[in-house]
């Protein structure tokens, strides 16, 4: 994570090894499952090669923002201009939701 003072000055970037869909307004991301112990997985528990992750109403319209150039406090702006009173708490939800991604490896900050 980028050494910030402040944690929404983070501009998130998309891991480009992350596939992705945007159907009927819903984000659907395409995670492939390597190395050692996900192929024994894959073997022995028929664990899929690629898993899906289906992002909620709020993630489906974050994720597309995220570019690497707009910082965590203006995405929450335009979620705030969507979503109106329906995102708040505003910044402690999307600060929670950028830092799970990013502990996923789904994004960089």
Known sequence: MKNSKNFLENKPK??????????????????????????LAQKLFKKPRISYIHLDETGSFIWPLIDGKTDITDLGK????????????????????????????FVEL
């Open 14 to 39: 998309k891991n480009p090894n992350i596939n992705w869909t945007l159907e009927g307004g819903k984000v659907t991301l395409e995670i492939e499952n390597k190395g050692f112990f996900n192929t």
């Open 78 to 105: 335009q979620l705030k201009e969507h979503f109106g009173e329906k995102a708040e708490p505003l910044y402690e939800r999307l600060s929670k939701y950028i830092k799970i991604l990013e502990s996923y490896g």
